[in-house]
């Protein structure tokens, strides 16, 4: 209905019976049936997109713009230009802030390797794994207010953590985990490992069954000892999964924030202020908010760079790379 | 290509369209019908909930055009709350702050000013000192509710466990210092959590009778002798062990959580504290007595004050204003300090004979130990411009002694310089 009407070649005059008169309804039929295909593409889209456009690019559109405005929230934005960033030069809370967070970022190797190493242990067939891959999941889908109390009391003078290294006899004296200024920061990032151990150990889980057995048992014919087919053979063709799962794992640990405000709240004297934890403080405790997206747009460009660097490192690998 | 891009942009455009006409907007503000405000509480509910649900309910009949929407939040996270919903247009109408959230938000000039908005004589059913610790720039910026001065409560069998005479409380501070030594020494757990967190001392430097700023109010005070050595004095403690190493991360909620534990011997906190203990652990809190909170040299007690402020960003202010007037009068501040040890900010509230009526309860010995306080209770909060920098200073400083970082005189000396460079 509504479609243009092919009459029979036959029908056709000879002196009009060229391609245009044929091709011109059939042109037009493709390029409607084009244009059908892409609409209902874009619908299937469109929940996405308004999903994204509603609460992520509009944000980043319009934090980008704060920046450059003085806004509080009550009075209306004051363009000042690019001041905000000049003044972030001169914070010292800035720079402990990020200097916490580039150690927080110290992180991201130790979870990622122990996640792997886990992920070849839970990987094996073994009697009651899956239990195993279950237990090492379960801290990932806790809440982290909940995981927060927990090891707040584990590492509380008294708590459970110096009582068996008392016990043990490693330490004489309690540890103050959580408010000696040179060791909180640690303290928060092993939480933050324990937390995440799980969740990595999933796609490098997933890594591991993508990779066809033979190129293992291929490398142990020709002599491989089990070392040499694990870091010649396993690791480079898991290198998209180790891309991705670091690549999550840099941007998480440059977001820190449930952790250190549910633990420490940023101290003692600032040891676990994070670079996020400021732009918290500054946009809700200080009401600072245009400050506050400036920190943002700084700590955007250090995960964009971060982010760059790992694709970078760790583009090659993987079964397409062969 | 840029065919496929304009037909993704038209088709996100209709989307957009679409979502934008079907998705629900807040009622215009002359919609008909009753108004409605919304009031934000700090952590009243369970407790209170029948209360102030039977106190909006009252409201509600006695005006048929004013509906209450009732919203209570937790304290930690009421800020940000706050100005998300200022900040999104849904600004609640009357907030329930404290003391330094309503300063900072004055400061900001988020509230209205209450001195212009309440006529006098409503104003002067307040008591005057009261009402003047919410002012900021000479406008008092919210509408005094409840107060609660500090007590002492102390655990009886760790008194006795530690030899000393439960009967016989600490009265000065020196006396709580003494008295936790022994309680350290010879019960074995911690005597007591000092106030020392954050930017609390300052209020610690007050009660001693140290002046924090000039009397022009242009210049930092606490550089002095005696300042150094009131904060090395805590140090000292600290070094020495003789309160736990959370006191400066916990504050009062983990000395609260401590003295629940049995594992404190002295807690000096607000008495609607005391529910907590009777609730988490009824064996401490039936060993548990009351005293009056130990004074420093200052002979000044902190007076925290909790008040309803209301947003300018609200649209029913005047609504708002006579609901906060309502929840604050003088029977509805009587009936809700009968719901827990609180004290009114209304002087006719306060003169009912309630608050001298005792009883053998901590918290009936709690009411009738504060409110022989409430004399020489004043809020202790500092009023700064810049508060926000120049308290992040100053607890960068107090931690810096404590954690050894800095010695107590440094400490303070880089302090009162930076908060002379920015007051």
């Keep these: 209905m509504g479609r243009p009407r092919v009459e029979p070649p036959a029908l056709i005059p000879a002196q009009a019976a060229g391609t245009r008169p044929l091709a011109r309804p059939a042109a037009l039929r493709g390029r409607r049936q084009a244009l059908a295909r892409t609409v209902i593409a874009y619908l299937f889209l469109a929940p996405a997109l308004v999903l994204l456009a509603v609460f992520t690019f509009y944000p980043v559109i319009f934090g980008t713009a704060l920046s450059l405005f003085d806004y509080n929230v009550i009075s209306p934005p004051q363009y000042v230009g690019l001041s905000q960033f000049a003044a972030l030069w001169q914070d010292r809370y800035f720079w402990t802030a990020l200097r916490n967070s580039a150690i927080y970022l110290a992180v991201v190797p130790a979870l990622q390797l122990s996640a792997i190493v886990l992920a070849l242990w839970v990987r094996r067939p073994l009697r009651g794994i899956t239990w195993f891959r279950v237990a090492y999941y379960v801290p990932v889908v806790t809440s982290i207010v909940v995981v927060g109390l927990m090891w707040r009391w584990l590492y509380d003078e008294a708590g459970l953590l110096n009582y068996v290294l008392l016990r043990i006899g490693l330490i004489h004296a309690p540890i103050h985990w959580l408010s000696d200024p040179g060791i909180a920061l640690y303290s928060v990032m092993l939480v933050t490992w324990w937390k995440g151990i799980g969740y990595y150990m999933v796609i490098y889980l997933a890594g591991l069954e993508a990779i066809p057995s033979y190129y293992d048992e291929a490398a142990a014919l020709d002599g491989a000892g089990s070392a040499a087919r694990l870091f010649y053979v396993t690791i480079p063709l898991l290198r998209p999964s180790i891309l991705l799962a670091s690549t999550i794992s840099i941007l998480a640990a440059l977001r820190v924030f449930e952790e250190v405000y549910v633990m420490t709240g940023g101290g003692p004297i600032f040891s676990t202020y994070t670079i996020f934890y400021y732009m918290f403080d500054q946009a809700f405790n200080s009401l600072h908010l245009g400050y506050a997206a400036a920190i943002g747009v700084v700590l955007a460009a250090i995960t964009a760079l971060f982010s760059a660097l790992n694709f970078r490192l760790m583009r090659q690998g993987g079964l397409s790379y062969y | ?423």
């Design chain 2, 1 to 423: 290509m840029l065919r496929t891009l304009i037909r993704a942009a038209a088709v996100l455009a209709v989307v957009l369209a679409v979502a934008a006409t079907t998705l629900p907007f807040p009622e215009a503000a002359h919609a008909a019908g009753p108004t409605t405000i919304e009031l934000w509480t700090i952590s009243l509910q369970p407790f209170f909930t029948k209360f102030i649900t039977g106190m909006i309910d009252a409201y509600q009949r006695a005006h048929p055009d004013v509906r209450v929407r009732w919203i209570d939040v937790q304290p930690q996270a009421l800020d940000q709350k706050l100005l998300s919903a200022i900040a999104g247009g849904v600004a609640p109408d009357v907030v329930n702050l404290n003391t330094e959230s309503t300063l900072r938000l004055a400061e900001a000039r988020a509230l209205v000013d209450m001195d212009a908005a309440v006529p006098k004589d409503a104003r002067d059913r307040y008591f005057p000192n009261i009402w003047a610790s919410l002012r900021f720039d000479g406008h008092a910026y919210g509408l005094p509710w409840y107060v609660t001065p500090d007590v002492l409560a102390y655990n009886q069998a760790l008194f006795r466990k530690a030899g000393l005479d439960s009967a016989r409380p600490p009265a000065t501070t020196d006396q709580l210092i003494r008295t936790a030594a022994v309680v350290k020494k010879k019960a074995g757990v911690y005597g007591f959590m000092p106030n020392v967190d954050g930017i609390r001392f300052l209020k610690v430097f007050q009660e001693e009778g140290l002046p924090v700023l000039s009397p022009d109010r242009k210049h930092a005070a606490f550089g002095s002798a005696a300042h150094v050595a009131l904060l090395a004095r805590y140090v000292d403690l600290f070094k020495h062990d003789q309160f736990p190493d959370d006191t400066l991360r916990r504050g009062y909620l983990g000395a609260t959580e401590r003295f629940g534990d049995g594992q404190l011997a002295m807690l000096t906190t607000g008495p609607q504290f005391l529910l907590r203990v009777r609730s988490d652990n009824p064996d401490v809190y039936k060993d548990t007595a009351v005293a009056p909170v130990p004074v420093g040299r200052g002979g000044v007690i902190d007076l925290p004050t909790m008040d309803l402020a209301v947003p300018l960003a609200s649209r029913h202010r005047r609504e708002a204003v006579a609901f906060a007037l309502y929840v604050t009068n003088d029977a509805n501040q009587l009936a809700f300090c009968k719901q827990v040890v609180i004290f009114p900010s209304t002087k006719a509230a306060a003169a009912d004979p309630y608050f001298t009526r005792g009883g053998s309860t901590p918290e009936d010995l709690a009411r009738l130990v504060a409110v022989k306080e409430l004399g020489q209770a004043r809020d202790l909060t500092v009023v700064v411009p810049h508060s926000d920098e120049l308290y992040r200073i100053f607890r960068e400083a107090i931690e810096s002694a404590f954690y050894g970082k800095m010695s107590a005189g440094q400490a303070l000396e880089w302090a009162v310089r930076e908060w002379n460079r920015r007051l």
